[in-house]
């Protein structure tokens, strides 16, 4: 084993955790995942399930995961929905939004008390609205044909699930793309920088004492390589490795399961 490598995942002290794909697929846990986490905890490592699903709000996760026997505080999640809610609070404040979300995360923005409305907005806002409708989508259309800031929550094309995947935010973005022309001019989630400098204030760790851990190319280990942290790739969802070969993308380190990260741990 290198010992440098060995080295630089020893010295990481907040693990960020992707869950999709990672921890779990569905409602299943992949073998020997949170097991590995309560080790890592016993070790003195920081753990926060860091996630772009913005179908669901902090709480909610915290009780689904409850209900897969899984005990964690909302400070160990964060979601792409609450990152873009302290975004639009940090760069936008008191700005009227147009959100496409579920309702449990349109009470998740109104909490921040972010001004949300249905007439004449300042920014749209496209979370991963699973309850979507042909009217919300057509209205979101509309004021962004009118020119009002647009921010997606993040770009995944899809969501995993255990029999076929899911269209995600990305899958809007594509839509609204090929309907009226318009980009995001913000996309806050992983891989980008928004998402990254809310976490590096929340738990004060050095950009070298941080792994992202995720199976997604684009998102999870990206947003360890753009933002400076470690990234870990685990074999266990959406990548290959016949993908990663053709990527040219770098991990620094790539496992065939969350759980074989302990051979390289102290």
Do not use: W
Not at 56 to 61: E, L, V
Not at 63 to 81: F, H, Q, R
């Amino acid at each position: 084993m290198n010992n440098e490598l060995r080295e630089k995942i020893n010295k990481i002290k907040l693990f960020l955790m992707d869950m999709d794909g990672t921890v779990y697929v569905g409602g299943d846990k992949i073998e020997g995942a949170f097991e590995t986490l309560d080790t890592l905890r016993e070790k003195g490592k920081t753990i926060c399930f860091v996630t772009n699903n913005s179908s669901r709000s902090n709480n909610t996760y915290v009780a689904n995961l409850a209900k897969m026997d899984v005990s964690i505080t909302p400070d160990e999640i964060y979601t792409s929905g609450e990152a873009t809610c302290e975004f639009l609070n940090r760069k936008h404040a008191g700005k009227k939004v147009f959100l496409l979300a579920t309702d449990d995360v349109y009470e998740e923005f109104k909490s921040f008390n972010i001004p949300l409305t249905s007439e004449d907005p300042d920014i749209v806002v496209i979370c991963f609205d699973t309850s979507l409708t042909y009217d919300k989508l057509n209205l979101a259309c509309r004021f962004l044909y009118q020119g009002k800031l647009y921010i997606a929550t993040h770009p995944d094309a899809n969501c995993p699930a255990p029999i076929s995947p899911m269209p995600d935010v990305g899958s809007f973005i594509a839509l609204i793309q090929t309907a009226i022309g318009r980009s995001p001019d913000v996309i806050v989630g992983k891989p980008n920088c928004e998402m990254a400098e809310s976490i590096l204030a929340k738990y004060g760790a050095t950009r070298d004492e941080i792994a992202m851990v995720g199976d997604r190319l684009y998102t999870d280990i990206m947003f360890g390589i753009n933002n400076g942290f470690n990234s870990v790739l685990v074999l266990t969802g959406e990548t290959t490795e016949a993908m990663l070969a053709e990527s040219g993308i770098s991990p620094t380190l790539v496992l065939p399961s969350f759980k074989d990260i302990l051979e390289y741990i102290d």
